[in-house]
């Protein structure tokens, strides 16, 4: 038998199944990965411990896969009852055997060859209910893939490219549907969040983030600048199955770095919104950087826990974000209970008791230039955080950088970039980084480990008393969970850009990171 038509045999009887209620216990099954975050509250905690503190000096490369796709490769896998999942940044889609590497089937989207994309090809992952694969593609549509053999189910246009739209983001599956977002805040777009049929690709919902006059919040800008709003919704959001609720970020507005033409809060960007996900309907919003003018979206990951605060039990949102501030609210209603700045910053006083900057004077970009603190990137991004529930600590990858913030007016052209600076002017001062870990109640400092630049990858727990994370330099790292000590590297021999995962399969543990183009996965000596 030809090796191709084993190949598709194989791949025809993978027994890949993803129902509601596995993501929902998702904790019962930590051998497996299911969503994009590992888990609907994003806590990227695994009860796995056969790699541990003690043994993690002796983790090896046990397999590597070569994508053959050049620029940045920032998926985050899935792993399914046997079968690991990835995509690619140019709208591919892969099946790999998560014991070797070895390749079942390749999906490629078919692009059209004319489309001018707002934001690379990168993509972030995948999402999967029932035998079905769901991803977005650089010019903004979701397709549907039969997870047996890599066939293409169906393809919807979320978003037009002509009009500035993208999508790099992972969607999640959510009871029955399927929520993405969209990418082209800085092309003037209007952004939305969208939950489809997965078995027809049929739009169920659209909620904007950027509402118009006649909705709540329009008042919030000038006279028609809400049509070019901004506010795209390239993160991942997390899901609460007992308060049905869905927590999505949002984008910065636009235009990015001026805001003359958008007077107003601009709702709801920078904001994290909590929408009914059978309907689409808003419950509640709470804004982060009211009229944001140094693109500090808030797109970084809301993490769900329920832990005691001021010696009650709450059902908490966590979400360290761009501006430098971290934020603790009461995911039941979005009430504003703390806010901490987690890194240098030079822009806010601090926050009211509602949680509302308390801006100093002076800090707006302008033509000649205005320093600031965090810069443009921010003292965080998207790359995950994680929680450990035995050591009560939070994990966070921090970017220590400063720029200076440059305006001007721009002119809104359909497609095209609507900056409202010409350049970023980056300090002399160096960027840096840090990985730290923090009560996040309180926010002490447990321990750091400092870095040589600053981090664009995300951390991930385990119950082995090990934190995974990674470096711009290329450095795949354990530390120890308690003590932050420095278990094991290795240069992988590219900048890491995603978050690590880990799962076990046939009794062996694995751990798997992205680096380059490739896909490396490590694991104990048998």
Same mark, same amino acid.
């Given at each position: 038998?030809?090796l ?10 993978? &027994?890949a199944?993803?129902?509601?209620? /596995? ?23 695994r009860?796995?411990?056969?790699? !541990? ?5 002796n ?14 490769? =920032? ?26 590497? /070895? ?34 593609? %650089? ?21 037009d ?9 992972? &969607? ?29 690709g ?30 795209a919704? +390239? ?8 308060? !049905? ?33 059978d ?10 950087? %009211? ?8 797109? =970084?990951t ?24 971290f ?37 707006? &970009?302008?033509? =000649?230039? !205005? ?17 450990? %529930? ?9 970017? =220590? ?5 440059f305006?001007?007016? %721009? ?7 609507? +900056? ?11 960027? /840096?980084?840090?990985i ?10 447990? +321990? ?79």
């Amino acid at each position: 038998m030809r090796l191709a038509t084993y190949l598709m045999l194989v791949a025809v009887s993978l &027994p890949a199944q993803v129902t509601y209620e /596995r993501i929902v216990n998702q904790a019962k099954e930590p051998g497996s990965w299911l969503t994009y975050q590992g888990d609907y509250g994003a806590v990227r905690h695994r009860e796995l411990n056969q790699i !541990n503190s003690e043994n993690v000096k002796n983790l090896r490369v046990e397999w590597i896969y070569q994508t053959g796709i050049s620029g940045a490769f =920032e998926t985050v896998p899935l792993v399914v009852d046997g079968v690991m999942y990835i995509s690619g940044g140019d709208g591919t889609a892969m099946a790999l055997d998560p014991r070797t590497g /070895r390749q079942y089937w390749r999906y490629k989207y078919n692009m059209p060859k004319d489309a001018k994309l707002c934001c690379g090809t990168v993509n972030r992952g995948l999402a999967m209910l029932g035998m079905r694969l769901f991803l977005t593609t %650089p010019d903004a549509h979701l397709v549907a893939i039969d997870a047996r053999n890599g066939k293409q189910l169906w393809d919807t246009e979320m978003g037009d490219w002509r009009k500035g739209y993208g999508a790099t983001m992972a &969607p999640i599956a959510v009871k029955n549907k399927i929520i993405a977002g969209v990418s082209g805040g800085e092309f003037g777009i209007r952004g939305f969040v969208d939950a489809y049929d997965p078995e027809t690709g049929k739009q169920a919902w659209r909620f904007w983030t950027v509402p118009d006059k006649g909705q709540p919040g329009g008042d919030t800008w000038l006279a028609d600048s809400w049509k070019r709003g901004g506010g795209a919704t +390239w993160t991942t959001g997390t899901f609460d199955p007992q308060l !049905n609720t869905l927590y999505w970020p949002v984008g910065n507005p636009g235009p990015d770095l001026y805001g003359e033409s958008r007077r107003g809060d601009n709702l709801y960007t920078c904001s994290i919104i909590a929408l009914d996900p059978d309907t689409g309907k808003l419950k509640w919003h709470f804004q982060f950087t %009211p009229h944001d003018t140094h693109d500090w979206d808030a797109n =970084e990951t809301p993490m769900l826990l329920d832990l005691p605060w001021q010696g009650q039990n709450r059902k908490l949102l966590f979400l360290p974000n761009r501006n430098g501030f971290f934020y603790v609210l009461d995911r039941t209603n979005g009430k504003f209970l703390s806010g901490k700045p987690f890194f240098k910053q030079t822009w806010a006083n601090g926050l009211d008791d509602k949680g509302r900057p308390i801006l100093k004077a002076n800090t707006e &970009p302008s033509a =000649e230039g !205005n320093m600031q603190c965090p810069g443009l990137a921010g003292a965080t991004n998207w790359m995950s955080p994680s929680y450990n %529930p035995a050591t009560k600590m939070f994990y966070l990858q921090i970017r =220590e950088n400063c720029d200076v913030f440059f305006s001007a007016p %721009p002119t809104y052209i359909e497609g095209k970039p609507y +900056w409202g600076s010409v350049f970023r002017g980056v300090t002399d001062d160096k960027e /840096r980084g840090r990985i730290r870990a923090f009560d996040p109640l309180t926010m002490e400092t447990k +321990w750091e480990f400092h870095y040589d630049k600053a981090p664009w990858a995300g951390t991930l727990s385990t119950s082995g008393n090990l934190i995974f994370a990674g470096d711009e330099d290329g450095y795949f790292m354990a530390f120890d969970a308690r003590s932050g000590k420095l278990l094991w590297k290795l240069n992988t021999g590219n900048r890491l850009v995603t978050a690590p995962i880990t799962y076990q399969i046939d009794g062996r543990q694995y751990v798997t990171m992205p680096s380059g183009s490739a896909l490396l996965t490590f694991a104990l000596p048998e």
